[in-house]
């Protein structure tokens, strides 16, 4: 049986990961969450940059604290990545939640967004949410249904400036 979970990104998972970053920049689609679209060139740089993205002291005005995992499965391949916002701000109340996530491209459509999703939520909790929001954009039905079936209840919609309608969804931990 596959053992599945969320592990801080390390050093030892170098390989794997620069293996997930090719996957995703080969598919050309958006990367998401936004911290895999960081150039892992530079691999210990951009550690350390998720690191301090954790400490209070090193985020930018405006910005909150998040901490990155990697949903990983037993064979170490890395097939997913979220970014669990410690607070809110205006723009994310709006139109970024407390939770991004993403699965590599080759690897969807196997559960791995809904238990991903499962995992980030009980960090989450840990971190001090009571209530999560989790948004997607209208048009991803996949990303609307693993919100869902993590206990979603549907708030009201933000229209973005381009048009586009975000979905917004709260999660109360418990």
């Known amino acids: 049986m596959t053992s599945i979970s969320l592990t801080s990104p390390s050093i030892e998972l170098r390989e794997e990961y620069m293996d997930f970053y090719r996957d995703w920049k080969d598919s050309g689609e958006e990367m998401v969450p936004w911290v895999i679209e960081k150039d892992p060139i530079e691999y210990e740089e951009m550690l350390d940059f998720l690191s301090k993205n954790e400490d209070k ?7 909150v604290p998040s901490s990155t995992y990697w949903l990983v499965v037993d064979d170490r391949k890395v097939v997913g990545a979220v970014n669990i916002r410690h607070g809110l701000t205006e723009k994310l109340f709006n139109s970024g939640g407390h939770i991004g996530y993403g699965i590599r491209p080759s690897e969807r459509k196997k559960g791995y967004a809904t238990r991903l999703l499962a995992l ?4 989450s909790k840990e971190i001090g949410i009571s ?6 954009d209208d048009y991803n ?3 609307r249904k693993t919100i869902l079936n993590n206990g979603g209840v549907q708030d009201s919609n933000f229209i973005e400036e381009d048009g586009n309608v975000i979905n917004r969804f709260w999660i109360k931990l418990e």
Do not use: D, K, M, Y
């Open 57 to 63: 002291q090193f985020i930018p005005e405006g910005w």
């Open 120 to 123: 980030s939520l009980e960090r």
């Open 131 to 136: 209530n999560a929001l989790v948004v997607c």
């Open 141 to 143: 039905i996949a990303s």
